[in-house]
T-cell receptor, first 115, second 110 residues
């Protein structure tokens, strides 16, 4: 069964460093998403991406975040200058269709630890 | 700002019985709702969804009920199995973003 994959599974970085989290969405999906879950809190939407553009983003997704689809398969989340509060599980998701009725399929997550 | 609430952090049910997980929402613009299941160290796994134009959707042992006037949905699992033990998240959306509840941890005991 097709699945979303994410690398690395765990990333440790120093505060102020840049990190890139990578995702390979399901191959026939056209909509891509990033979510995060801070320990003990709910899963929060960060950004959605379609046709090489951001289609929606949350207040969390500020100027330190960016997303890119550098080739036909990868989808990346870059955090330019990490802060302690960026420590969280980051989930990538993809879906066949976009707004409404979109069943989003999630990857296993990348645990980001900022020291 | 919690637009999706799961007020029971945990639920314990005996194998073979019905599990009922509840979810409330505040945003009347939500037009589709989903349930996800999550095991530790894994991402959420899609279970079942329902659009706002329906009040019930079934898939095998899983049924989701939607009461729009009460802004309430529930997930019924019948019969419950030990492998169903996981955290269940309710999610709702009206655009691209899904809004998640905090989850209910279900334990199905033999």
């Amino acid at each position: 069964e097709p699945e979303v994959t994410q690398t690395p599974s765990h990333q440790v970085t120093q505060m102020g460093q840049e990190v890139i989290l990578r995702c390979v969405p399901i191959s026939n999906h056209l909509y891509f998403y990033w979510y995060r879950q801070i320990l003990g809190q709910k899963v929060e939407f960060l950004v959605s991406f379609y046709n090489n553009e951001i289609s929606e983003k949350s207040e969390i997704f500020d100027d330190q975040f960016s997303v890119e689809r550098p080739d036909g398969s990868n989808f990346t989340l870059k955090i330019r200058s990490t802060k302690l509060e960026d420590s969280a599980m980051y989930f990538c998701a993809s879906s066949e269709i976009g707004q409404s009725y979109n069943e989003q399929f999630f990857g296993p997550g990348t645990r980001l630890t900022v020291l | 700002d919690q637009q999706v609430k799961q007020n029971s952090p945990s639920l314990s049910v005996q194998e073979g019985r019905i599990s009922i997980l509840n979810c409330d929402y505040t945003n009347s613009m939500f037009d589709y709702f989903l349930w996800y299941k999550k095991y530790p160290a894994e991402g959420p796994t899609f279970l079942i969804s329902i659009s706002s134009i329906k009040d019930k959707n079934e898939d095998g042992r899983f049924t989701v009920f939607l009461n729009k006037s009460a802004k309430h949905l529930s997930l019924h699992i019948v019969p419950s199995q030990p492998g169903d033990s996981a955290v269940y998240f309710c999610a709702a959306g009206s655009g691209y973003a899904l809004n998640f509840g905090k989850g209910t941890s279900l334990l199905v005991t033999p």
